[in-house]
């Protein structure tokens, strides 16, 4: 038996009075999603661990079934490793928005929908006038800028304390943004040859309040600004660690002798990589709601053809939640339903190898609070002859009387590999 996992990244909302009290779900036109729930089993899953941010650093892995108490080091880590930094022992990595701000707040996570292209030179801009000042003042490298993709990038802070508290800039829109500067732990323990907490908060606001004046007398702003649309105007670091010991779920299952991880997503590549994965790229693979869907699609039933575990994630539900974007993240999950899952399913259920399908998202992003909410979200598992439980559509209401019932953690990991 093969296994599929198809995550649709904060795919799972709360009830909108806008949609009659349903969830976008249940409100949704998603005839491939209900017919795999009606064929197949479901149940809720909880992703996210107590005491740990509801992000999807935290949520895939945990779906991937890893314990997070022992590999959490947050998402700087995991995108250095898809950016394909190797982190020295002495580094913390974390990772570094592109942000909008106006009037005292933040506006928007993306630094408005920023392109790859627009970002690197802007990163480029950064080390140069930002990094080169500060490292030479140091007398070696204490800092540099990484391009990753579209708004996300990396900061790596030579001998940085993980131990500080940042605000991630998603779960803050139209929040002011200076109470949100980076703060020392409570308590942060003191570690040999690192900076203290409060030296590293104090060196990533130093850099914060810096980039604002930089990013704004850049070209490219400046431009938008005369076209009056959102600017780049800000960098905000969050989620930082140091490199992860953590097994391959070649080590951990030995169900899976071979997979493959297809992302267009940074964090999911990184986490991919310390799992052993194959990272595949997809040409026209955004992020957002414009996904080259089919190329992800035909990349995943490629993959299949020669492993046996494979990872699909699509993050446009997610960044359609975030932006409060109703229409377009009902958009988002047909598309996924019609797009990708559709044709995957079309395929494999000619195959004479048995193909077990699962659907679900990693986390809650409601359009009407535009963050994430670690709630438990609703799973599908779908393979030929599989006793069908009586869930008759795939949403977050249905699934309560799914037979798996409510799983936590690495719990669904272990239930889609005993599948065999």
Known sequence: MKHIIILGDGMADLPVERLGGKTLLQYAHKPMMDQLAREGRCG??????????????VAN?????YDLNKVYEGRGPLEAASIGYEM???????????????DGKIITHNGGNLETADADVLIKYLN?????????????ELVKFITGIQYRHLLVIKGGSKHIVCAPPHDHPNEEWRPLLVKAEDNAPIENGRMTAQQTANLINEMILKSQELLAAHPFNQERAKRGERQANSIWPWSGGYRPSMETLMQQYPQVKSGTVISAVDLIRGIGHYAGLKIVEVEGATGLADTNYEGKAQAAIDALESDDFVFVHVEASDEAGH?????????????????????IYNKVQTWDEPVCIAVLPDHL????????????VPFLIWYRGIEPDEVQQYDE???VNGAYGLLKLNEFMQALMAIS
Request: charged share 25%; with cysteine; net charge negative.
């Open 397 to 399: 209401v249905s699934c």
């Open 323 to 343: 932006d409060g974007d109703l229409e377009l993240k009902l958009k988002t999950i047909e598309y996924l339903d019609r797009r990708l899952i559709a044709p």
């Open 44 to 57: 809720r899953l909880v992703t996210v661990p107590e005491g740990f941010p509801p992000g999807s650093e």
């Open 128 to 140: 140069e006038n930002l990094a080169k000042p500060i490292n030479e003042k140091a007398g070696y």
């Open 61 to 65: 892995t945990a779906i991937l079934g």
């Open 88 to 102: 020295a022992d002495d580094d913390m990595a974390i990772r570094c928005n592109i942000i909008t701000l106006a």
């Open 365 to 376: 992003t409601p359009v009407e609070q535009r963050i994430h909410v670690g709630q438990p």
